[in-house]
């Protein structure tokens, strides 16, 4: 895990399958890029925390550097006075700062090293929500042109059920038998006021007729009409 500990649902090697499976691979993206960019803020204040740490760290080690180097000294002076046991009580101070030097250097180099670790997961963090980021823009784009296919397949469906030429048949083949009927009512009532006018052919045709009208109604009874 290292020093962020990831607490993302999403992780950038689980994140390809999962847009795959999406229906809406922007808003997963998204979510992505949100927690990304919150890591990489929590990184980032550590960050600052460790490299205070480090340099406040690297300054105690050098100033007991600096007082090792004033006791050796001071010890040097006393034995060049003659003054054994005050050298030997500044060299024994220089040994306490010896260790607390090496303390303070050990602390250092282990902040420097976690500082170094931190830094190479603020580049992958870094280098992962500019790469989800680019994807983003490449999804956004993909669903644009899948919304706009649908739009166009509807629009397609829509001439095809509504083709000007198919319509136009329609119509015509309608006008024709509006056309036709009128025409035979017409015929109808041509010949229905010449056997009218004579009451002897009337009466022989209104019989003619009532025969053909009774063998029309069978035939017609015949194909399933009921009358």
Known sequence: MGI????RDITMATLNDRLEKAEDPVKLID???????????????????YLNHSHQLKSQWLQAEQQIERKEYQAMVALKAGEEMIARSALSEKTMLVENANSYRGLYEQSSDSLMELEEQLRELRQEYQLVYDKRAFYVSR????????????RMSFNNNNNPAQVMRKMDSRLNEMENESQSLREVRKNNGGIYGDPTVASRQSLAVDREMEQLKKKLNGEGWSL
Do not use: P, Y
């Open 31 to 49: 979510q992505f890029l949100w927690s990304t960019r919150d890591e990489i803020i929590q990184a980032e204040r550590l960050h600052h925390q």
């Open 143 to 154: 669903m644009e042109s899948l919304r706009l296919q649908q739009r166009m397949n509807e």
């Open 4 to 7: 962020v500990k990831r607490i």
